[in-house]
Every structure is written in structure tokens, then in C-alpha cells.
């Protein structure tokens, strides 16, 4: 069946720090990629996507690649800031149905 | 409206009670979700609607639960008789076209807390 597994957190990092959260997926069929984002009191918003094979999707300093040959898309950025604090959810598409990971908690401190 | 908009934002219910959570899309569109989501777990899908016609139900746990959209815009869903197991935030999410493209995006409410005593 379809899946998504990311790491597990909470992930905590000083500011500035370089940030990686594994995505790791198994689909039937050719999927779409995302990564969304929840701050605390908000809704889920999209950070970024990809529709096929070695797209990179990108946003507010986050890039993730679609890498078919290991069925991933890890989230990174490169220098983090205390606002990125949230949670983090990678998802699958396939036809309407989104299938998503458990959720990683990204903490930030200053 | 701006964004999808949902309420009440908190619920408490007592076992049994019948509770109802309504959702408001962003105008036009045509796709309609809900999820799931418990306490530090992604979303679970729960039903799935293109304009009025409720093309996926799939994901509703028990027969406690239903949705509408009857005029293939504000959609309500109702649980009944509810258990401690629904609670819960659920999530409404719309699109402006049809969910077949990879490429369509989805739009979240902030989701309905859902507490039963």
C-alpha cells in the first residue's frame, strides 16, 4: 500500500543550524510530493511540492528533491530561524487521495 | 471568503451527544475534504466531495458518522453518539478543481478540536 515514514522528533537545533527531516515513501503508481507546515494555532499550509522525478520544490529557504531511485524527499534549509519552529508533515498524492507522515516537531532555539 | 473557515474551533461533548462541525471553503471551490487527526499523527482521510456529490466516504470510521455538502459549498459533518475514540481535530480542506491533478493544492482550515468526556 501507499505509506509515508518521516523522522521522528522533536528536532532541536540553534539558530542558524543546518536542518534535514527524512521523508521516505512507498507508492503505487507516480505520486506527487509535499511538505506542509503547522504552526502552533494554524492550519496546515503548503511549504512546498514536487510532481515528478527529480523536481526540486522550494520555499522560505526549504528545498526538497524528488528522488525516485531512493523514494524520498527530505526536507532541508540551510540556515534556520527561531520562527521556523513548527510541525512538519511530508504527504503523498495519489489521484485525490493525500497519505501523510506522522509528523515532525521542529524546535528552534535562539 | 479569504481562506476556509471552520467551527467552532472547540467542542467539548459528553459521551453520546450528537456533535456538528461545519465547514466553510473558499468560494468556488470544488473540492471538498475532511481528515482526521489525532493527537500527534498526520491526517487521516475521512470523506471526499466534488461539488454536492460526495464521491468518497471511505475514510468514515463507523456509521456514527456522516457528511454533507448539499449545495456544494459549506459542508457539515455529524458525529452521533459520540465515543471518547472521536476525539480529535478534524480538518476541512478545499481546492478549486478537481483532485485528479497532482499538481492541485490544498487549502486547510485551522480544524475543529473535538473533546469527549
Known amino acids: 500500500g501507499n505509506s509515508v515514514t518521516q523522522m521522528e522528533g522533536p528536532v532541536t537545533l540553534s539558530e542558524e543550524a543546518f536542518l534535514t527531516i527524512n521523508c521516505t515513501y512507498t507508492a503505487t503508481g507516480y505520486p506527487s510530493l509535499f511538505w506542509y507546515v503547522q504552526y502552533p494555532g494554524e492550519g496546515l499550509q503548503l511549504l512546498l511540492k514536487a510532481t515528478k522525478a527529480d523536481d526540486k520544490g522550494s520555499n522560505k529557504g526549504f528545498e526538497a528533491t524528488y528522488r525516485k531511485e531512493t523514494t524520498s524527499f527530505h526536507l532541508e534549509k540551510g540556515s534556520v530561524q527561531v520562527s521556523d519552529s513548527a510541525v512538519y508533515f511530508c504527504a503523498l498524492k495519489i489521484d485525490y487521495q493525500l497519505i501523510w507522515g506522522a509528523g515532525t516537531k521542529l524546535i528552534i532555539k535562539p | 471568503g479569504a481562506g476556509v473557515s471552520q467551527s467552532p474551533r472547540y467542542k467539548v461533548a459528553k459521551r453520546g451527544q450528537d456533535v456538528a462541525l461545519r465547514c466553510d471553503p473558499i468560494?468556488?471551490?470544488?473540492?471538498l475534504f475532511w481528515y482526521q487527526q489525532a493527537l500527534g499523527q498526520g491526517p487521516e482521510f475521512l470523506t471526499y466531495?466534488?461539488?454536492?456529490?460526495?464521491?468518497?466516504k471511505s475514510g468514515l470510521p463507523s456509521d456514527r458518522f456522516f457528511a454533507e455538502r448539499p449545495e456544494g459549498s459549506v459542508s457539515t459533518l455529524k458525529i452521533q453518539r459520540t465515543q471518547q475514540e472521536d476525539s480529535a481535530v478534524y480538518l476541512c480542506?478545499?481546492?478549486?478543481?478537481?483532485?485528479?491533478?497532482?499538481?492541485?493544492?490544498?487549502?486547510f482550515g485551522a480544524g475543529s478540536r473535538l473533546t469527549v468526556l
Open positions: 468560494s468556488g471551490h470544488v473540492s
Open positions: 480542506a478545499s481546492s478549486l478543481a478537481g483532485e485528479y491533478s497532482g499538481a492541485n493544492v490544498l487549502t
Open positions: 466531495f466534488q461539488n454536492e456529490a460526495q464521491l468518497d
